[in-house]
Each structure stands twice: as structure tokens, then as C-alpha cells.
């Protein structure tokens, strides 16, 4: 038995440090996954996940999260919800319901009030200036309102053999209300199974949604493939009939992990991921696609990492 966790995007570094830390432990992989999420959805500076997430087009924060049990293929979700401090915990609690286990807009807040989770507004006064600014620009300019859809998403493997993983986002920047994409969709944005793993995915959730790729991941590793070319396989094969047949694709990217605590990635986009396991400590890498349908993958290095911290506070123009 061994222990891991793989994390999208830079973001879910600090968090998969503490998931990382309670599975050395002895801790579970539910409550790694939980935590490490989280610590994502509590930190102001991320625009795309929980508190400081930006808004809907009506400036609303409307977010979705997405928790499945790799040992029961227990699952449950919300979408749309909002000023709830951490909707992963809520579908986290939802998982444990055999009806009603996935809920939407304004009922799943109720329910998440009823149940005692904590209210948050969340939407910060940086992500209300981006809101202004963005609708400005609209409005001016006449660019495409959408933008920004970054989902963390976490799979984490414990010393039991038990999987789990988790999504959080709020979404497509200047969505419409009501707008959901891939992340509370399980076999879309989430799934796992202890027999084998589990994947997670980030991107345009409306061009994700079209290939159940987390799903279609975790099958193929279940067919002996590894991580890494269950995700290649996957991912690359999909893109290309996505352009052949709908013409247009989205950007979107890919983690997994196996029984063994290996792992992969497969993306269309530059795409940053954090991953630690019972050998590796945790470490952030970069990925991109390669020409021959592969992924490159290498170590993050300290320059990028100073212009994301930078870029990710910079002061806003008003
Ligand atoms: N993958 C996140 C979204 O499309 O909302």
C-alpha cells in the first residue's frame, strides 16, 4: 500500500502539501481530498474557486463542486450554489445521501444553510473591480465575455487502498446564471474507483462534458494502461475528433492516479499540476502537448512561480 495525491493548476499546491501530510498520517484519502480543497477555496487570490472566485455576469458567485468515493462510488454535487464557504464539503455531505445527493442553485444553498455550513459572501472586492472592468469592456469593446474557468481538482490515494477525489469552481467567468459545467458532473470532471484510481479535470466544462474524459481515464487505466498513457490516450484522441466533428475546442486538462501511486497528465493548454506522493515530496510541474499526441512535463521553475505570485496580486487598474 502507498499513499498520493495529483492536484490541477498551481493553486493546488499549499493544499495537496496538508492533503499529503494527513495521508503520511495515516489519514484518509476523503478527508485529504476535503482538506486540500479547502485550503484552495479559502484563498482570496484564486479567481476561479470559492472565496474570490469571479462572479456571474449578474455578479453573482455561483459555484460548483463535485466529491465521489472511490470504495462505495458514493457521489455527491452542487451546482450554483452560493455564499457557502466551502461547497466541497457540502457535496462531500451530500455524497452520504442515497436521494437528493445532487443539488442545484438555490436549493442546494438551502440545504447547505439547513445542514450548518458556513455562510460566506464571496465575492471579493478584486473580483467585484475584474466583474466592473470585464463589463466595461463588453460593453466597449465588444469582446467575448467569457473567460477564466480554472477547476481544482484532487485525487488522492490513502495507505488502505481507498481513493477519492474532489472538484471545486465558480466557474466560467461572466457565466450565465444557472450555467454549470463539468466539475459537479461525475465521470465528466470527477470520478474514481478503488479497484483502479481516479481523475479529475479542469477547462471549459461545455467541451469536457462532451467526452466523459475522467470516466474514460479511469477505464482505460483499468484495462492495465498506466496513468500517464490512459490520460494521453484519452485526452489527445478526444481532441481530435472534437475538432473534426464540432470544429471548435475548448482548453482542458487532465489528472490521474493508479493503485500504484503513479500518475498522469494530458492537456491542450500549457497547464500547471502539483503532485506528491509516499516517494516524491510535493512538487508543482508544468505540462503542454507535444506534436506526436504525448505530454512534456517538467519541474515548475522559480521564475514562473514569481510571475504567477506576482500576477495573481497585481494591483488592478481602475
Ligand atoms: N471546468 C469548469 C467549468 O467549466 O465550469
Known amino acids: 500500500m502507498t499513499y498520493a495525491m495529483i492536484g490541477t493548476w498551481r493553486m493546488a499546491?499549499?493544499?495537496l502539501c496538508k492533503g499529503i501530510d494527513l495521508l503520511s498520517e495515516g489519514g484518509n484519502s476523503?478527508?485529504?481530498v476535503e482538506l486540500a480543497i479547502k485550503e484552495v477555496e479559502?484563498?482570496?487570490?484564486f479567481k476561479s474557486v470559492g472565496y474570490g472566485g469571479l462572479p456571474n455576469e449578474n455578479g453573482l458567485v455561483e459555484m460548483d463542486a463535485g466529491f465521489m468515493n472511490g470504495n462505495t462510488f458514493e457521489v455527491g454535487a452542487v451546482m450554483g450554489i452560493s455564499d457557502i464557504k466551502n461547497p466541497i464539503s457540502v457535496a462531500r455531505e451530500l455524497s452520504h445521501q442515497h436521494y437528493n445527493s445532487v443539488l442545484v442553485g438555490t436549493g442546494a444553498t438551502q440545504w447547505a444553510t439547513i445542514n450548518g455550513f458556513e455562510h460566506q459572501n464571496m465575492l471579493t472586492e478584486r473580483a467585484h473591480k475584474i466583474w466592473e472592468k470585464r463589463k466595461k469592456e463588453i460593453e466597449e469593446k465588444n469582446l467575448s465575455p467569457y473567460d477564466g474557468h480554472d477547476t481544482v481538482g484532487m485525487v488522492g490515494l490513502d495507505n488502505n487502498g481507498s481513493f477519492s477525489v474532489g472538484t471545486s469552481t465558480s466557474g466560467l467567468f461572466m457565466k450565465r446564471p444557472g450555467r454549470t459545467g463539468d466539475t459537479a458532473l461525475v465521470g465528466d470532471g470527477f470520478y474514481a474507483d478503488s479497484d483502479i484510481g481516479g481523475a479529475a479535470a479542469t477547462g471549459l466544462g461545455e467541451d469536457i462534458m462532451k467526452g466523459?474524459?475522467?470516466?474514460?481515464i479511469v477505464r482505460l487505466m483499468g484495462t492495465g494502461v498506466s496513468p500517464q498513457d490512459a490520460c494521453d490516450k484519452a485526452v489527445y484522441a478526444f481532441t481530435d475528433k472534437l475538432k473534426k466533428r464540432y470544429r471548435k475546442i475548448g482548453e482542458f486538462s487532465l489528472v490521474a492516479l493508479n493503485t500504484k501511486g503513479e500518475w498522469g497528465v494530458a492537456t491542450n493548454v500549457e497547464f500547471t499540476f502539483a503532485v506528491g506522493t509516499e516517494k516524491n515530496k510535493p512538487a508543482i510541474f508544468i505540462a503542454n502537448p507535444t506534436s506526436d499526441k504525448k505530454t512534456n512535463i517538467e519541474p515548475i521553475t522559480q521564475k514562473w512561480l514569481d510571475e504567477y505570485a506576482k500576477r495573481i496580486k497585481a494591483p488592478l487598474d481602475d
Do not use: I, K, R, T
Open 42 to 45: 479559502n484563498h482570496p487570490f
Open 13 to 15: 499546491y499549499e493544499g
Open 212 to 216: 466523459c474524459l475522467c470516466y474514460e
Open 30 to 32: 476523503a478527508d485529504a
